[in-house]
């Protein structure tokens, strides 16, 4: 690595020497292309052909796979604290009572309303993953937010817009929903040729893209501007030999860096928090009887 | 010597003017959430759901603005 190109090489998914994660996916079980050849035979020369792996060796990388732990620390953890309940209850149900109800009373029961009890296992699983996998940020051994690789947070994001559109299709059908949504009622017909564009391009195209982005942006952001601190302040401290300037200067930002990450594990909450509610008020609002 | 080299977009210094109006956007919403819990704390559930929804409405051209950001040569 050039010096002098340290953050650039940090983006461009070089192996940094900081130990620090990079963004780039790295395939946990890559098969290496082969090269096959066919002998000379008569007058045709002899010829090689390099096959490249297929995308089935390499899909499963290091990012997939913290997803998937992420869904099976979830499902531990609710296994656990379901475990045995009792009427007085003990620390670990006292644990996960408090979470449930925090979802259920202050999410789905405040923000969807009527019939909100259908909703809240679908609710608690988001909230949970989302959290977990924002942790992974913080956590040693993985140190990268899953979602800031900005695919899975499109999954999410989909599934979303299936759940309120698929809840408001099947209460009230699909044209009636269609036009509950695009035109609300007590304006004044000539309008319509303009709110109606407007707003299907915000109930049905911007509301699943600003949840994938928002989810994206927040964790990419601070990951990078982590990655930055600690992958800076250290070139800052150890590369640059006989300036106190820039040693110090290395060591302070090495030492915000852990600040900010105290902000990343708010962020990791707030982010999972603001994305279940905006699903239940998604959903809210596709069942709501006037609009 | 070059100690740092900058190299890259200036669509970032586009981005971080864009953020200025979302930024003044969402405060106004919890402020107001704020000044309206003070008054009338068993309000808090009504206006909260709709403070979301506005939040998600501001916040949405903050995040237009990251999209554009990337996309954007």
Redesign the interface.
């Known amino acids: 690595m050039a010096p002098?190109?340290v953050?650039?090489a940090l983006l461009e998914g070089e192996v940094p020497t900081f130990g620090v994660s990079v963004f780039e996916s790295t395939p946990l079980f890559p098969s290496a292309g082969w090269t096959a050849c066919h002998p000379a035979s008569g007058e045709a020369p002899a010829s090689c052909a390099t096959f490249q792996p297929a995308w089935t060796d390499i899909w499963f990388t290091n990012h997939i796979c913290q997803a998937v732990i992420a869904a099976a620390v979830v499902l531990l953890f609710w296994l656990i604290v379901s475990r045995r309940l009792k009427v007085v209850p003990s620390k670990r149900q006292y644990v996960g009572e408090f979470l449930y109800n925090m979802l259920r009373n202050g999410v789905a029961r405040?923000?969807i309303g009527t019939n909100y009890q259908k909703y809240v296992p679908w609710l608690v699983a988001l909230f949970t993953f989302i959290v977990v996998n924002n942790f992974f940020g913080e956590f040693f051994l993985f140190m990268f937010p899953t979602f800031s690789k900005v695919g899975f947070a499109w999954a999410l994001a989909i599934l979303s817009w299936v759940l309120y559109n698929a809840v408001g299709i099947k209460k009230y059908g699909f044209g009636k929903y269609l036009k509950k949504m695009t035109m609300p009622p007590g304006v004044p017909w000539p309008l319509y040729i303009l709110i109606i564009p407007l707003e299907f391009l915000?109930n049905f195209i911007?509301?699943p893209?600003?949840l994938a982005?928002?989810l994206f942006?927040n964790l990419f952001s601070g990951h990078l501007l982590i990655m930055i601190f600690v992958a800076g302040g250290t070139w800052l401290l150890t590369y640059t030999k006989h300036n106190l300037v820039y040693n110090l200067a290395g060591g302070l930002s090495v030492l915000i860096s852990f600040a900010i990450f105290a902000l990343e594990l708010l962020v990791a909450f707030l982010q999972a928090y603001?994305f279940t509610?905006?699903t239940a008020?998604y959903v809210?609002?596709a069942l709501s009887e006037e609009h | 010597?070059?100690?740092?080299?900058i190299?890259g977009s200036i669509n970032v210094i586009g981005y971080a003017l864009a953020t200025l109006g979302p930024a003044i956007g969402v405060a106004w919403i919890f402020a107001s959430v704020i000044n309206g819990t003070a008054r009338q704390p068993e309000a808090r559930?009504a206006m909260?759901?709709t403070a979301?929804?506005g939040?998600?409405?501001v916040?949405?051209l903050a995040?237009f603005g990251?999209?554009l950001a990337f996309a954007i040569k």
């Open positions: 002098g190109s953050g650039l405040d923000v915000s911007t509301r893209i600003t982005l928002r942006a603001i509610v905006l008020q809210s609002s | 010597m070059t100690l740092f080299e190299v559930g909260m759901s979301w929804v939040f998600a409405v916040e949405a995040l990251v999209a």
